[in-house]
């Protein structure tokens, strides 16, 4: 089939009490097993695609790949640009033929950040390609943020209606204290402001850094209106894993079938435990 609209899926998911996956592709094995992985779940995917993804895989490789999955499947998939940086790079995806679009100018003043993401829907909107903006600074494992500096990096609820309203977009990523990576200690998300954000703005959320969040934050996240959540760093290292495991056990294992047919195993499990946590499993 198409390509599912990004609007219609996180829509749904708002309105019935779940989220759906953003799962990052960084090969084949990659897409493989959340493809397999979501069709055996009955539940809708977002493949997400990183600029560095794109680079590694090559981008018509890339688009060529997912559109021969869902051409395969019988669920809805998206093909999603994830944290685009650019208009320019906005423009390459879609003429590749991504299906959605995340603008990522987080990291710009209020104003710059309207106007850079409304560059992007207008285009979009144009063609039908739905996109999500993000506020707010989602750190990485790596920062070292202070408390009081802390409360400065979340996206704000006034700057939140501004944003939502003055372009158009169809989904936000609100920073509420996520951060991609792994965490060296227990995340702490802002629930509070969470709520606030859904309530004045009333878009389909996301949760960006959904690896190593506990689960119950995640349901929680969820009954408060995020309805998708952005998953990468637990497949890679789920995947990694499985190899190094293999490769230290045989020294003398060349072919690359016998340990990334393995590790492709090792992201379903992983993908297969989060669709289900997130609620979106028998919802295709």
């Known amino acids: ?26 090969n084949l094995e990659f897409l493989q097993a959340i493809m397999e992985t979501a069709e055996e779940e009955r ?9 560095g993804a794109m680079k590694y895989m090559n981008i018509e490789y ?3 790949m997912a559109k021969a999955a869902a051409e395969k499947a019988s669920v809805p998939v998206i093909l999603h640009l994830d944290h685009g940086s650019s208009y320019e790079v906005v423009l390459k995806c879609i003429r590749a033929g991504f299906s959605s679009i ?3 100018a987080s990291h710009y003043p209020l104003e710059e950040n309207i106007a850079k993401t409304k560059q992007v829907v207008d285009a979009c909107h144009a063609i039908g390609i739905e996109v999500e903006g993000e506020l707010g600074r989602i750190g990485g494992v790596e920062d070292d943020i202070a408390v009081d500096d802390r409360d400065a990096t979340l996206a704000r609820p006034d700057e939140a209606v501004r944003l ?4 158009g977009i169809d989904a936000l990523a609100p920073a509420i204290g996520s951060a991609h990576g792994m965490y060296k200690g227990n995340p702490e998300l802002d629930f509070e402001r969470l709520q606030t954000i859904r309530d004045l703005t009333g878009v389909p959320l996301v949760l960006h850094g ?12 969820i009954s408060l209106g995020v309805s998708k959540i952005n998953v ?9 894993a499985k190899v190094r495991e293999l490769l ?11 340990y990334l047919g393995p590790a492709r195993e090792a992201i379903k499990a992983t993908v297969r435990e989060k669709i289900r946590l997130f609620g979106s499993n028998n919802r295709a």
């Open 43 to 51: 539940s809708p995917v977002i493949l997400g695609i990183s600029e």
């Open 164 to 167: 939502v309203k003055e372009t």
């Open 62 to 64: 890339t688009v060529a």
């Open 102 to 104: 995340m603008i990522d």
């Open 210 to 221: 959904g690896s190593g969040i506990p689960d119950e934050d995640i349901r929680k996240a």
């Open 1 to 26: 089939m198409a390509f599912a609209s990004f609007k219609q899926v996180l829509t749904d998911g708002l309105k019935n009490g779940y989220a759906v996956g953003q799962f990052n592709v960084n």
């Open 232 to 240: 990468n760093t637990e497949n890679q290292v789920a995947f990694t």
């Open 248 to 258: 230290e056990k045989d020294a003398k294992l060349y072919d690359p079938r016998k």
